[in-house]
């Protein structure tokens, strides 16, 4: 602890014309007794295993980053703690969801760039378990974490190309490549177009080539597109539910299971079976 002297101007009204005077005070300001104030400790238990952000920065940090990882108000309850897992008629796959949410957080690098992609249908909690993701690697590493709806960024990127729009594609993707952990949520929503693959791609391999993490939710099964489906006859084609492969192609899809470890969530929808009378 230090005591350091600070000025402190007072502008004093006084008589016909403003006075101003100086007063001095002390005031104490702790010191981080684990960095010394320089913000930066070292690993624990590695020995020149370098160094990481300290705790007092990280929670300095980390009411800025929530806001700036502008998670939408229907998710800012999603907690991975909150996350239930014993409920009646819980699929086994939702606990096991639950722990590779828990592994993703623990062992996160943000320099090997490994993802997780959520696949599952409506209400499984593919989302909550991202934004719970999401919110514990902002408290834990001081990550620079963006939510972003895939349906929503298409819109705001094919409104860039409107003259009467300030915003430009770059200023719109800009933060997608930068962010060190993107929450990319119902990844396929958007009917598929050759300029929705070439936007897809140019996300993705973006943040391939730049080692940065990347999560994704989606409702489309991780399977491969009709195209490429060739044991199928048209009329079972045809009746086939849609693909992943059949919604960002089948390079894009190829390209997820390098970037992502793949995690199924299966079950029934938790908003129908617990939700449905709160809206929530
Ligand atoms: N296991 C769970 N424990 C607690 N809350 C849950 C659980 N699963 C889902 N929920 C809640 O139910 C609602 C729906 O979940 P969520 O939005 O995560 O589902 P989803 O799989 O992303 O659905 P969609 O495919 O429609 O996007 C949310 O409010 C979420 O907090
Ligand atoms: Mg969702
Ligand atoms: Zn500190």
């Known amino acids: 602890m230090y005591t350091e002297r600070k000025r402190f101007r007072v502008a004093a009204q006084a008589g016909s014309g403003a006075e101003s005077s100086y007063i001095i005070m002390k005031t104490a300001t702790e010191v981080c007794p684990q960095c010394a104030g320089s913000g930066w400790k070292p690993v624990p238990g590695v020995p020149d295993g370098g160094v990481t952000r300290c705790d007092c920065q990280l929670q300095a940090r980390g009411g800025a980053l929530i806001a ?9 309850h999603c907690e991975l703690s909150n996350f239930t897992t014993d409920f009646p008629g819980a699929d086994r796959s939702i606990a096991l969801a639950q722990i590779s949410a828990s592994r993703f957080v623990q062992e996160f690098n943000p320099r090997d760039g490994a993802g997780l992609l959520l696949v599952g249908g409506i209400g499984t909690g593919k989302t909550h378990l991202a934004v719970g993701i999401l ?26 190309y409107n003259d009467s729009v300030q915003a430009t594609e770059l200023q719109v993707l800009r933060p997608v490549f930068e962010a060190e952990v993107l929450l990319l949520d119902e990844l396929g929503a958007v009917k598929p177009s050759e300029w929705v693959w070439d936007t897809v791609s140019l996300i993705l391999n973006t943040r391939y080539n730049d080692n940065r993490t990347t999560i994704i939710t989606t409702n489309f099964a991780d399977e491969p597109a009709a195209s490429v489906s060739r ?22 899809r190829s390209r997820l299971q390098e970037m992502c470890r793949i995690v199924k969530m299966d079950g029934p929808d938790f908003r129908q079976k617990f939700k449905s009378a709160s809206f929530g």
Not at 68 to 76: L, M, Q, W
Not at 141 to 160: A, P, W
């Open 68 to 76: 700036a990882a502008r998670i939408p108000k229907r998710y800012e």
């Open 135 to 160: 919110k514990e690697l902002i408290a834990a590493t001081g990550s620079s974490c963006l939510f972003c709806d895939y349906r929503e960024l298409l819109k705001q990127i094919q409104n860039s």
């Open 231 to 252: 044991s199928l006859s048209p009329a079972r084609a045809a009746a086939r539910e849609e693909t992943l492969g059949d919604r960002i192609g089948e390079r894009m």
